[in-house]
């Protein structure tokens, strides 16, 4: 089949119309859009969660997970500007490796975007359990009661209806929520360090470090301490691309500008918490690590108070309850914008993965009017309030979702690298600089976040593979979908490896100890892995041996380019013949 040629300049933008909505999303929309992800429960929780593994030595953590995390998102905004199209992340590796790719990615893509929302309802329902006649929504051992499990209900209901209204009304109501919780952490940060700030803390309970795993409590504390999780959410511009109005100039500074924005407010966060925090909390806990609930050990009623709802609790503690009050009403606002917007991404990503054939039809169909995915939308919240049921507790969600949503950002360097030797020529309104050595280190850096989850983690992530995988197999027994593509196999047959590899470097690694069940009856054994047979670095090394041998194979199985005109002709269709 002879090549097909891209045009000679970029589409026009109110001609990128393939995916058949309404591109009503101005630059602000986009923008907010990836801020409010990121800006939600995580600024509520993180601080704490983090400082409860790695004490201030957190700060350390944050600033490396934000560089890793500006780097996969400046690979997002050039992939982002290419391919305006919705649900971004699960079609890049589709246009660069084909239907293998295509649907493991977008399904690590949908399971992030999916279990987000309702981690926002919970954060949520948490912190709002701290006034008296919302007390018994959530239970003393982190799980919901019957009444908060109503209130979860009813709000992801209320994400459902604000989402099928339309996307320019929602990007108006995400405006005006985002605009309020980026101001209420800037407002908590300068109260805490002007008034509130005790320096002893940083050097108190324990030292400035966790004594004898300085190190590996840095590391653990990027997947597992909520700081990864809550530096998520750039990628949103990426997944309204084909809602946006100029996506090729405003996609990219969108995705770039809310990472800076964001990493620096939860930077400063962190300074701000470890500060304000009252020594007397920390004398109660013995040591930073002593802050967090152990199961069989006896936390004081304040330490429980820091738990339920921790700068509410800061601040009341510190005589500031003009702040706790703010605190208070931002702890429904917060999460609930993050969640709305949240729904948002996974009813586009289901749209992106019916759209390249893996699910069925019916999650591409656009109402009449709101031309949005209706049944995606649905099918997203409903989902979404399952992963209420196994993972009943904020800390327990975020392990599990960071490393699907790692393993998501994993698969856009692959293609940014492929891309670039296939169709070097397309426009890029932004070019990644030295992509030749940030594409494969971005995979590496991505990879180590899924390493440093640990194998526990990493095994439910496999387990929710295979569900995928099960799903998608389904839609294509049941010929759910007529544009079902055919398996390219031969591109992206170094998926199995990866995560067969992966899963063996975790296995013997040092993170996330833990077992699996495996047989039946009396054959019933216990595969306990996270045994620190490799040790710290050699654990860190083979993980990014690994992942530089697996790049470089998927650079040279990548797509021809003539395939891969075929999946992108609705972004550039051919020339028409005069």
Do not use: C
């Not at 009813?154 to 099928?164: D, E, P, R, S």
């Not at 019933?524 to 050699?538: H, I, S």
């Amino acid at each position: 089949m002879a090549e097909v040629t891209a045009p000679p300049g970029p589409a026009p933008d109110a001609e990128l119309n393939a995916d058949g909505m309404e591109r009503g999303v101005g630059f602000l929309g986009l923008l907010w859009a990836s801020e409010g992800s990121i800006i939600g429960s995580g600024w509520l929780f993180g601080a704490l969660t983090a400082a409860t593994i790695a004490g201030p030595s957190a700060i350390i953590a944050w600033i490396v997970a934000s560089l890793i995390v500006i780097v996969l998102a400046l690979v997002h905004a050039e992939l982002g500007g290419l391919f305006p199209v919705s649900g971004g992340t699960s079609r890049f590796p589709h246009y660069a490796f084909g239907s293998l790719a295509g649907g493991t990615f977008g399904w690590f893509s949908y399971l992030q975007a999916a279990s987000v929302a309702p981690i926002e309802v919970l954060a949520a329902i948490q912190y709002l359990s701290s006034f008296s006649w919302a007390s018994s929504w959530y239970n003393s051992n982190g799980t919901l009661s019957g009444v908060g499990i109503l209130v979860a209900v009813i709000m992801m209901f209320a994400f459902v209806v604000v989402n099928l209204i339309g996307i320019k009304w929602l990007a108006r109501v995400n405006n005006s929520l985002t605009s309020w919780k980026v101001l209420i952490p800037v407002l908590t940060i300068i109260v805490m360090l002007v008034f509130k700030f005790h320096s002893s803390n940083f050097s108190h309970g324990g030292g400035f470090f966790v004594k004898g795993a300085a190190l590996k409590s840095i590391l653990i504390a990027i997947p597992t301490g909520g700081i990864v999780f809550s530096l998520l959410g750039f990628e949103q511009a990426v997944q309204l691309g084909g809602e946006a109005r100029n996506p090729k100039k405003d996609l990219p500074r969108a995705v770039i500008l809310s990472i800076l924005i964001g990493a620096s407010i939860y930077i400063l966060v962190q300074v701000a918490f470890i500060g304000a925090l009252d020594p007397k909390l920390l004398t109660q806990g013995g040591t930073w690590t002593g802050l967090a609930p152990i199961p069989g050990h006896h936390l004081s009623p304040a330490l429980k108070a820091l738990n339920a709802a921790p700068f509410y609790s800061v601040a009341k503690v510190a005589g500031l309850l003009w702040l706790a009050f703010i605190l208070r009403i931002d702890a429904f606002i917060s999460p609930s914008g993050t969640g709305l917007i949240y729904l948002t991404s996974a009813s586009r990503i289901s749209f992106g993965l019916s759209k390249n054939g893996y699910i069925p039809q019916a999650f591409e169909r656009n109402g009449a009017r709101s031309k949005v995915p209706v049944f995606g939308i649905i099918v997203s919240a409903v989902i979404g309030l399952l992963f209420l049921l196994p993972f009943p507790s904020w800390s327990k969600l975020v392990g599990v979702v960071t490393s699907a949503s790692v393993m998501m950002y994993a698969g856009a360097p692959l293609a940014l690298g492929a891309l670039r030797m296939q169709k070097p020529d397309l426009p890029r309104p932004y070019r990644l600089p030295a992509a030749h050595i940030l594409a494969p280190l971005s995979f590496v850096l991505a990879t180590f976040i899924v390493y440093w989850a640990g194998w526990s983690t990493y095994t439910t992530l496999m387990v929710a593979m295979l569900i995928g995988y099960a799903l998608m197999f389904a839609s294509a027994a049941l010929h759910l979908n007529p544009n079902q593509p055919k398996v390219d196999w031969d591109a992206a047959i170094w998926i199995f490896p990866y995560l067969i590899g992966m899963g063996i470097i975790s296995y013997f690694g040092t993170f996330g100890s833990g077992g699996i069940i495996g047989g039946v009856g009396v054959f019933k054994t216990v595969l306990v892995g996270g045994n620190n047979d490799l040790g710290l670095y050699g654990g860190l090394i083979a993980s990014a041996v690994w992942s530089l041998i697996i790049y470089y194979t998927a650079m040279s199985r990548r797509l021809p380019s003539a395939m891969v005109d075929e999946y992108v002709r609705e972004v550039y269709p051919p020339p028409v013949a005069e």
